[in-house]
């Protein structure tokens, strides 16, 4: 043996090269740990769990969440213009918060808060849904608890013989789970939240895509929450602000034009018409200023800013099944007339001068009787509490047929009644039964893609004639639509651009391709061949068999 030493310690060249490899080892286990945690870091959600979701702070600074490196290459789901069918919304609880005051920057900020209520059909890892010109700011997912308390929607003062079984099924029976009218619903999660460890937005189809760390589970529950921020356009699509006078005063308001595909720039969801859902709606607005949605308002509440500032909080009932294009949201410094009619409320809104100088008393008293007139015509009751008709000066449109919340231009609501001649009184007549006859055909019953839209605007166009002639008997129904809608289309369909009035799905392959859509053949052609049938079939047979389509698609 060797001598003993003082101090030290003496290893083989064996030993020493495990050792090595040791260390080595345990070196790039914590190198990948790292890596890892920091790739889960850049994904976390945005704010602090103990924040209160319902309060928006603009200053707040945009959080960024991690995409994979290879995002806008990679081939996935969200290459197909159409939703997958894995996920289904049941609820959406939205909260919007428009300002009327721009920024620095002269934009005008709007912060929002969605909850979604989402069914699970195939199992993915993959959450999709629309959103566009959206900042994402906390994103959380988790599923719900199971065995859950359930309620019947109930809605009052209806006639509701009149509605066919699916409809009274769905109005009076459907289960809907209670946490739906719970704006905490943290409360019910069970288990644990989803990591997501990506979250990125694709350009060409408007998706806001969720990587998954594990998949959801088929027929389960989920809870999707998402604080975002944006702006509101001043170009009157999505949700717009319009500056106007009244009593020469200068003055704004706030509203939105979403059909067809603007839901998704106010807020993330599943922007197909076919994903209908319900809604419950709080808009965050100036105590000064009224605020409408498709419902009517069930709560006002006051909020206070960082800066001290109070603000008002308008709740609205839970909607009816519906699509999200018709969702629809105003605020505004307007007046109104009102009326009943069979125990539903009807207002109409206007600036105060207008409301004040009585234009708007003729379209409030055709309004009512078209909507009866319908409802009798089709055997199916308008099933809405309330109906709000709003003249915007200079938007976009003639005129929007948002469930319970109609908009239009000013000039085709209101009506002078010192004016001699009668045109305008037509065109009125027109734009408001067009409109109404939307609530049965595109509201009530939908086409399940915009690639047949004049399912939509083909019916509301011929029985906008059939309901101006009701209202005015001088307008003579033939001559009217041969001189307004059918020497029209024949020379339109004579060209070489005719086309027909459904088109194929697969050739919709951009969002840019659905607003062409909306042309004289899905209104005027569609319309055309909806009276030919009505005339080979004779009105009684044709009214019979419109009846019963509607019944047979209730809710679709």
């Not at 001598?3 to 310690?9: I, L």
């Not at 009244?246 to 939105?256: P, Y």
């Not at 505004?332 to 009326?339: A, E, G, L, P, Q």
């Amino acid at each position: 043996m060797g001598p003993k030493t003082s101090s030290g310690f003496y290893l083989s060249r064996t030993s020493a090269a495990l050792l090595a490899l040791l260390l080595a080892a345990l070196l790039l286990a914590l190198i990948v740990l790292a890596s890892l945690y920091a790739r889960t870091r850049g994904a976390e959600l945005a704010l602090p769990a103990t924040e209160d979701p319902s309060c928006h702070n603009l200053t707040t600074p945009p959080v960024t969440f991690t995409s994979p490196p290879d995002a806008t290459g990679r081939p996935g789901i969200w290459d197909n213009p159409r939703l997958p069918p894995d996920l289904v919304p049941l609820h959406y609880d939205l909260e919007l918060w428009p300002r009327t005051e721009p920024d620095a920057g002269g934009n005008y900020p709007l912060s929002g808060q969605v909850n979604i209520t989402i069914s699970c059909v195939h199992g993915t890892d993959i959450v999709l849904l629309h959103s566009s010109n959206l900042n994402i700011t906390l994103a959380q997912l988790a599923p719900l608890a199971t065995g859950l308390n359930y309620k019947s929607q109930q809605t009052e003062g209806k006639q509701w013989h009149k509605l066919n079984n699916a409809a009274r099924t769905y109005l009076h029976e459907e289960k809907v789970p209670s946490h739906l009218q719970d704006t905490h619903a943290s409360s019910l999660y069970h288990g644990q939240s989803f990591n997501i460890t990506h979250l990125w937005h694709t350009e060409v189809h408007q998706y806001l895509v969720l990587e998954l760390e594990r998949p959801l589970l088929a027929g389960n529950l989920y809870l999707l929450q998402l604080d975002y921020q944006g702006f509101l356009s001043v170009d009157y699509s999505g949700l717009f602000i319009a500056e106007y006078k009244d009593f020469d005063i200068d003055k704004v308001l706030v509203a939105s034009e979403l059909e067809p595909t603007s839901a998704r720039t106010v807020y993330p969801c599943f922007d197909e018409p076919a994903l209908k859902a319900t809604f419950k709606t709080r808009i965050v607005h100036n105590s000064s200023y009224v605020a409408l949605s498709n419902m009517p308002a069930i709560a006002t509440s006051e909020r206070e800013d960082k800066d001290g500032t109070k603000w008002t909080v308008t709740t609205f009932n839970t909607t009816l099944k519906m699509s999200t294009y018709i969702t629809a949201f105003v605020v505004c410094d307007f007046d109104y007339v009102r009326t009943t009619e069979r125990g539903n409320e009807i207002r109409v809104w206007a600036r105060k001068e207008v409301i004040k100088n009585g234009f708007a008393n003729f379209s409030l008293d055709i309004v009512g009787p078209i909507f009866s007139y319908m409802e009798d015509l089709f055997n199916v009751t308008y099933p809405l509490q309330k109906t709000d008709l709003v003249a915007m000066p200079d938007i976009g449109v003639a005129a929007m047929e948002n469930w319970g919340l109609i908009t239009f231009q000013e000039t085709s609501l209101m009506y002078d009644p010192k004016q001699k001649f009668s045109n305008s009184k037509a065109l009125t007549c027109l734009i408001v039964a067009h409109e109404i006859g939307h609530q049965w055909f595109g509201n009530l019953v939908t086409m399940k893609w915009w690639n047949d839209i004049w399912l939509n605007e083909g019916f509301a166009s011929y029985f906008e004639y059939i309901g101006a002639s009701f209202i005015d008997p001088k307008l003579k129904l033939n001559e009217l639509f041969m001189m307004h809608n059918l020497v029209n289309i024949f020379e339109r369909d004579s060209r070489a651009s005719a086309r027909a009035v459904s088109v194929k799905e697969e050739e919709i392959n951009n969002v840019d391709l659905i607003e062409p859509l909306f042309d004289d053949f899905s209104y005027n052609k569609a319309a055309a061949l909806i009276r030919m049938a009505s005339t080979f079939l004779t009105e009684k047979l044709f009214l019979k068999g419109i009846s019963v389509s509607l019944e047979n698609h209730f809710w679709n």
